[in-house]
């Protein structure tokens, strides 16, 4: 079945054709680890997540590569600023190496919470400097960079297809850069590829090179470690809208610049969180909700955000907030309830999937990933009037694409609706962080018999 996906380059839904025909190659920009990812981060990565598993539903195989940034990425726009990994080792009293270990595993468990399946191959920036150095050294060879006192620079000037990607305007990006500090720059787009370390600080992460000591930019490495690893196979890019107009414009302009070809066929964005009230969320806003602070804490389980997400399609601003949330929260509660009602129906018989049912999923997942289509047939399937048992082998099917861990729904923990209530009332509670109301809604359900938890991966209500 085809698959039609929207080409942030085109602007333009296209039919998907991969370069060697039934694999892809897909390279999806990875964290960087100085803090926790936020929510907002979290939501791009499950957009990530459901486009791999679309493509594999679609019968193709895919070699997925995320790198880590864990050097060079700096806290302000543009060149300037200091490294968000020197920064982080300021703040928490560590060194760069060990905050990047942290944020690197908190990332990796924060992967499991949201059942985002583990890329074909995980890199690092600072396992691949040899070929940063090695590409930049192409670009210097064909005359694309220049020197300033702090760096190599790439002169966009000379790439004429720049704004291919953005469609910005270059004079008015021009125009709106007038505060550069920079004098050194010859135009406002133009980048790092390499900075010197600087000489009145010691760095902890420095590297020699035939420019001297110093660090990559942060572009250079994406392109890098895509074209190490998937060579020609260069199929679908995916980040966030907020790399648009900087970092996967600079990884196009480097990347085609040094090898002379188009660098990806396909670019993919994932749509921003707002705060309800219109805010963006930063880690730089101080609304900065994680995994933990926002769902964990309160008895959420992650899984319910990933069922939240798939509300509003990828491409689109999704608005948060706690009221919307609780609302998801019942929404996947009720999932689950169903899905174990026809565990329950079914008993051990093996069901078989329905071909109708799955052509019409498969056709809404492939037309761009619009998942609240996707959901509407689920919900079509589970009202059907099949049998039980076929009705969940194809639950099970799609599960597959939505990866909501339906499986594991256990036909012994239903809880009376009763029960089902109270434990509602207590995430709505701790939503509005009304702890007394939850410590009373706690004690209720343990008085009727059940014991309560709250774990990491949400709050726990079972027979003891
Ligand atoms: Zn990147």
């Known amino acids: 079945m085809q698959l039609r996906l929207y080409n942030s380059l085109t602007r333009a839904k296209e039919s998907f054709q991969?370069?060697?025909a039934g694999q892809v190659g897909l390279y999806t920009c990875g964290p960087t680890v100085y803090n926790y990812a936020h929510i907002g981060n979290l939501r791009t990565y499950i957009?990530?997540?459901?486009?791999?598993?679309?493509?594999?539903?679609?019968?193709?195989?895919?070699?997925?590569?995320?790198?880590?940034?864990?050097?060079?990425?700096?806290?302000?726009?543009?060149?300037?600023?200091?490294?968000?990994?020197?920064?982080?080792?300021?703040?928490?009293?560590?060194?760069?190496?060990?905050?990047?270990?942290?944020?690197?595993?908190?990332?990796?468990?924060?992967?499991?919470?949201?059942?985002?399946?583990?890329?074909?191959?995980?890199?690092?920036?600072?396992?691949?400097?040899?070929?940063?150095?090695?590409?930049i050294r192409t670009l210097e060879d064909k005359g694309y960079t220049y020197?300033?006192?702090?760096?190599?620079?790439?002169?966009?000037?000379?790439?004429?297809?720049?704004?291919?990607?953005?469609?910005?305007?270059?004079?008015?990006?021009?125009?709106?850069?007038?505060v550069e500090i920079n004098p050194e720059k010859r135009s406002a787009t133009d980048f790092a590829l390499w900075k010197f370390s600087p000489a009145d600080v010691q760095r902890q992460m420095e590297w020699a090179s035939p420019w001297g000591v110093g660090f990559p930019g942060w572009h250079i490495e994406c392109s890098a470690m895509s074209m190490k690893y998937l060579g020609d196979q260069l199929d679908i890019h995916c980040g966030g809208t907020d790399h648009i107009d900087v970092h996967h414009t600079n990884e196009i302009a480097q990347s085609e610049a040094a090898t002379g070809r188009p660098f990806f066929n396909f670019w993919m964005h994932g749509a921003f969180?707002?705060?309800?009230?219109?805010?963006?969320?930063?880690?730089?806003?101080?609304?900065?909700?994680?995994?933990h602070n926002a769902f964990i804490e309160k008895g959420i389980d992650p899984l319910a955000y990933r069922y939240a997400t798939f509300q509003t399609h990828y491409r689109k601003p999704m608005e948060y907030s706690p009221e919307a949330m609780a609302g998801a929260v019942n929404g996947f509660q009720h999932l689950r309830n169903q899905v174990r009602t026809l565990k329950e129906a079914a008993g051990d018989r093996q069901g078989q999937i329905n071909d109708r049912l799955r052509q019409k999923f498969m056709g809404e997942i492939g037309d761009d990933l619009n998942m609240p289509r996707a959901l509407a047939v689920m919900q079509e399937l589970l009202k059907s009037q099949l049998v039980a048992e076929d009705r969940l082998a194809t639950v099970f099917?799609?599960?597959?694409?939505?990866?909501?861990d339906l499986n594991r729904v256990d036909k012994t923990d239903a809880l009376p609706a009763a029960i089902e209530q109270m434990v509602a009332e207590r995430i709505q509670a701790r939503q509005e962080r009304d702890f007394g109301r939850s410590d009373e809604l706690r004690d209720a359900i343990e008085a009727k018999g059940y014991v309560v938890q709250d774990t990491p991966e949400g709050m726990k209500v079972f027979k003891p």
């Open 147 to 178: 020197r300033t006192r702090d760096g190599i620079y790439f002169d966009t000037a000379r790439f004429p297809g720049y704004t291919r990607l953005s469609h910005q305007n270059i004079e008015a990006l021009q125009e709106g850069a007038r």
């Open 18 to 20: 991969p370069v060697q």
């Open 273 to 291: 969180l707002i705060i309800a009230g219109g805010k963006k969320m930063a880690k730089s806003e101080g609304n900065f909700l994680t995994l």
């Open 47 to 135: 957009f990530e997540d459901v486009l791999k598993r679309t493509l594999s539903y679609h019968g193709y195989e895919v070699k997925h590569v995320m790198n880590i940034t864990d050097v060079g990425h700096l806290t302000g726009d543009r060149d300037m600023g200091d490294d968000k990994l020197e920064e982080g080792a300021r703040r928490e009293g560590k060194t760069a190496w060990e905050i990047a270990a942290y944020y690197t595993a908190a990332f990796r468990r924060d992967m499991e919470r949201l059942n985002l399946l583990e890329p074909s191959i995980w890199c690092k920036a600072t396992d691949t400097i040899p070929e940063q150095i090695e590409l």
């Open 397 to 404: 099917d799609f599960d597959q694409v939505l990866g909501l």
